[in-house]
């Protein structure tokens, strides 16, 4: 493709208790989405570890080095940029929710630790994220040979000022490794990604994983990718699958023309994220 342009995979991965099983079904999702012509293959948000307070910090323990180093090989062997969903990574004492990115030669290019933690409490449901994780503190964008996109994950995107900082940083394109669930999937999954998607005129490419039913924490799925004037790209249901969608980077330029509210910012109002 050219250089706007490339092929994205977003690879709907069920997450099993055993990590060695879900990792090689990992590595073959890669290796499919690269055969298919992806130049960017997504993994959802903890997809190497069921996203339970049960089990954060038992495959913490197992170390997050293992599981960098098999993705940068993933991404190498398959000449992939590789979104390496998230996982829990340990510094010292402290656990976050992690998001790494590799180039097409395996070399990490990008860090992303979760800013805003999941921490609900509807009726039937409670979960505090705070209770295993610490918050992440700075605003990730990178560059790539398409051009300048960001990473989030999951709960970051229901902070449109984060997504500003990105949009004001250049990115093109935001990938949102996540896991919604059954309460706010189905009234805010889509409408989060199209809203940040034409809020700042960007790509929105949300990969979660797939539906593992009977667990603890039940996700939504539906990986989504919205463009920048607040349209679904593609979309599916919550069964496990590689989602692909062909991204023009150049619809963003277009958008921002037609319809510029960057040029309209109050900046002299209110305080925008530079």
């Not at 995107?157 to 706010?184: K, S, W, Y």
Request: charged content about 25%; overall charge negative.
């Amino acid at each position: 493709m050219s250089e706007n342009k490339f092929r994205l995979a977003l690879c709907q991965i069920r997450t099993e208790t055993d990590r060695e099983t879900t990792m090689r079904k990992a590595e073959r999702m890669v290796r499919e989405s690269a055969q298919n012509g992806a130049d960017i293959v997504m993994l959802p948000e903890m997809f190497n570890c069921p996203y339970s307070g049960k089990y954060f910090k038992a495959f913490a323990a197992l170390g997050h080095e293992e599981t960098v180093k098999e993705m940068s090989r993933w991404a190498a062997e398959n000449r992939v940029i590789l979104v390496g969903g998230s996982i829990p990574e340990t510094e010292g004492d402290v656990l976050y929710n992690t998001c790494f990115v590799f180039d097409r030669q395996g070399k990490q290019i990008a860090r992303h630790r979760k800013i805003h933690l999941f921490d609900v409490d509807f009726p039937g449901m409670c979960f505090k994220e705070s209770q295993n994780f610490a918050q992440g503190s700075e605003i990730t964008v990178f560059d790539t040979e398409f051009g300048r996109m960001g990473a989030a994950v999951c709960f970051d995107v229901r902070f449109p000022e984060l997504f500003r900082a990105m949009a004001e940083r250049e990115a093109r394109c935001v990938f949102l490794p996540a896991q919604f669930n059954l309460v706010t999937g189905p009234r805010h999954w889509e409408m989060s990604l199209r809203m940040r998607a034409v809020d700042y005129h960007v790509f929105v490419a949300g990969c979660s994983a797939a539906r593992y039913e009977g667990f603890s924490y039940e996700c939504w799925g539906h990986s989504t990718v919205t463009g920048p004037m607040g349209e679904v790209v593609c979309t599916c249901d919550e069964k496990e699958q590689i989602l692909y969608a062909d991204i023009d980077l150049e619809q963003t330029e277009t958008a921002k023309g037609q319809l510029p509210t960057g040029a309209a910012l109050r900046r002299d109002l209110y305080p925008v994220a530079e």
